[in-house]
């Protein structure tokens, strides 16, 4: 899949590591918000 530069990131809901649900929208227009995904790493 080829992302253009700008394009918005579609909307999801995790848990972060409290265990607190958070959805990307929560940050929408308020930060900027770097995923990583740390591949096979617990």
Do not use: A, D, K, Y
């Given at each position: 899949?080829?992302?253009q530069i700008d394009t918005r990131a579609p909307d999801?809901?995790?848990?972060d590591f409290r265990g607190a649900s958070i959805r990307l929208s929560d940050?929408?227009?308020q930060k900027n918000v770097?995923?990583?995904f740390?591949?096979?790493f617990f």
């Open positions: 899949m080829i992302v999801f809901e995790m848990q940050f929408r227009n770097v995923l990583v740390n591949r096979g």
